[in-house]
């Protein structure tokens, strides 16, 4: 393999201990900034490990960091000026500290945008992580069964 090429993840697998695990292309992603977007990427991963020790990480997108629980939670993409987490269900959850200040328009996603210097309210985002696990654990609990319902028996 030619030096700084990847394979590709197999679908299915979970976070490995492998060089192209998931966990570890975004290690190298955070390294590989060495400036305050990697600090707040690190950040950021850490407190939804925190509220989410469950919390399956995933490289999608060719590049992008996501973290999900029956379900996507949220992404942390990184731009030159801008840390952005984007949760997949943003529009259905509660923000009652106000953290999403960005894609505000749309009908499913939001986004947080962490700016150079902004301060992190960590038990509010905490908080909203929790909240999106249980949403996506919500729809899937009662989704699932009306899709596997067996037709009733013949008499």
């Given at each position: 393999m030619k030096k700084g090429?990847?394979?590709m993840q197999k679908s299915g697998s979970k976070e490995g201990e492998g060089e192209d695990s998931p966990s570890h292309l975004i290690d190298a992603r955070i390294n590989e900034l060495s400036d305050w977007r990697g600090e707040t990427l690190a950040r950021v991963r850490s407190l939804i490990k925190q509220a989410?020790?469950?919390v399956v990480e995933e490289w999608k997108w060719r590049g992008v960091p996501v973290w999900s629980h029956?379900?996507?939670i949220c992404t942390g993409e990184t731009y030159k000026n801008v840390v952005k987490m984007t949760f997949a269900k943003g529009a259905s959850l509660e923000d009652p500290?106000?953290?999403f200040n960005s894609s505000l328009e749309g009908n499913t996603r939001r986004a947080i945008d962490i700016h150079e210097g902004d301060k992190i309210d960590e038990e509010a985002l905490k908080a909203l992580i929790r909240a999106a696990v249980a949403l996506n654990t919500s729809v899937r609990a009662?989704?699932?069964p009306v899709r596997s319902q067996k037709r009733p028996?013949?008499?």
């Open positions: 090429a990847t394979t989410d020790p469950e029956a379900g996507i500290s106000g953290l009662t989704a699932r028996k013949s008499e």
